[in-house]
């Protein structure tokens, strides 16, 4: 035997693959990357639930928006990052007004958005994709927060442009919600103030990111929005807010998570999307 071939045989006979991602449907079948595509292009709104620091999710996102616009180049983009008094500063930006230097330093960008989000509005700039900032001013969540949902009743009517109109119904017995109030210490009949208002704080959130999505789509167009997985997991959030407005949509959501092992979807993470992308739990994180 040429022993100095060992080394190699011994090599190839352990290597095995190690996949970054896989892909599964709501109960827990494996589902190839070109089919989600296939059907998320015949949706008028994909909800793409992400984890804010995962670098491969990101990736990912730009891929769908890639593809999705090879699809239908009236591809829409929206992102919770943005927030929807900047979008004087995100037209400028797109149509080359103004220069990255001074969006970046005039918009109030996340601290990742250089890393994270700044490669997909690139993308969108490049290829003529609108852009929609969809969140609430976050002064005005905070407002709710400390003080509770009817204070912006007090906002003048310029401020008020920003957020879903009002009054916002909100329904706190949706179990993300209740989730919310259990963790907190209690719930809106027998549980603290405090928590009521982070419900409230998070549904007018969930509630003007849909309405700056209805108002920036079109009939026959795919609409691209970017949130954290918990504003439309379990078909809630946003996705319930836009049923609300528009109970014919047709709405595709993506959720993100982390597990050991990605051959097999965990249990409780099947029905939570209509797709479900899991990551390593070891995956490279942005900050």
């Known amino acids: 035997m040429i022993y100095w071939l060992l080394p190699i045989i011994l090599l190839t006979q352990s290597a095995v693959d190690k996949p970054a991602y896989q892909i599964f449907d709501q109960a827990g079948k494996t589902i190839p990357y070109d089919s989600m595509i296939a059907e998320l292009t015949q949706a008028d709104v994909v909800l793409f639930g992400e984890l804010h620091n995962n670098a491969l999710v990101h990736w990912l ?5 890639k593809d ?23 037209n400028e930006y797109l149509a080359g007004t103004i220069e990255k230097r001074h969006f970046t330093q005039e918009a109030k960008l996340w601290d990742n958005y ?30 709710v927060s400390r003080q509770g949902i009817d204070w912006l009743d007090s906002l003048a009517d310029q401020a008020k442009h920003w957020i879903a109109p009002l009054p916002v119904e909100i329904d706190t017995t949706l179990p993300g919600y209740q989730n919310m109030l259990n ?6 009949t027998h549980g603290s103030m405090s928590g009521e208002k982070m419900v409230q704080a998070q549904a ?7 309405h700056f999505i209805q108002q920036n789509m079109e009939s026959g167009d795919t ?15 946003i996705y319930w807010y836009l049923q609300q407005q528009s109970p014919s949509l047709v709405i595709k ?18 029905q939570v999307a209509d797709f479900i992308i899991v990551t390593p739990s070891d995956m490279t994180k942005t900050y």
């Open 61 to 65: 996102e730009l891929q769908v928006a």
């Open 68 to 90: 999705l616009h090879a699809q239908d180049s009236n591809l829409g983009v929206g992102l919770e990052m943005l927030e929807a008094d900047n979008q004087l500063l995100v």
């Open 114 to 143: 250089g890393t994270d989000y700044e490669p997909i509005v690139d993308f969108s700039k490049g290829n003529n994709v609108p852009v929609i900032a969809t969140n609430i001013p976050r002064r005005y969540a905070s407002l």
């Open 183 to 188: 963790m907190m210490g209690g719930n809106t």
């Open 204 to 210: 007018i959130k969930d509630a003007t990111m849909a």
């Open 223 to 237: 609409f691209l929005h970017i949130n954290g997985s918990y504003h439309s997991d379990n078909f809630e959030g």
């Open 253 to 270: 959501t993506i959720s993100c998570v982390e597990q050991t092992k990605l051959d097999s979807l965990l249990e409780e993470n099947q």
